[in-house]
């Protein structure tokens, strides 16, 4: 039995989950000016991705530099989100 695409099946499940949170978070404290973060992230685990042979763990990289890519985007709507009223805004943070 070959159990790998359960393997990249929950772990990307699982990283998507943890994404969530950290992109409410970043938003949160640091606003939408920490988008270059995820964008290194990303290229870096591509990267990475690009120069591993292991195939559960390239595919694993090349899932977690896009799920980086992703939160960029997310990073935007979440502003729109609390602009709306649906998230709270920081009121610490001057950029409001």
């Known amino acids: 039995m070959n159990f790998d695409g359960i393997i990249i099946g929950i772990s990307v499940f699982l990283m998507i989950g943890v994404f969530h949170p950290i992109v409410i978070k970043s938003e949160y404290y640091l606003g939408v000016k920490c988008w270059p973060m995820f964008a290194i992230a990303g290229v870096a685990t591509l990267i990475a991705s690009l120069l591993i042979s292991n195939t559960i763990f390239s595919v694993l990289l090349g899932a ?3 799920s980086c ?4 985007h997310e990073l935007f709507e979440q502003r729109q989100r609390v602009a709306r009223g649906w998230f709270p805004k920081n009121p610490k943070r001057k950029d409001n």
């Open 64 to 66: 977690f530099g896009f």
């Open 69 to 72: 890519f992703w939160s960029i």
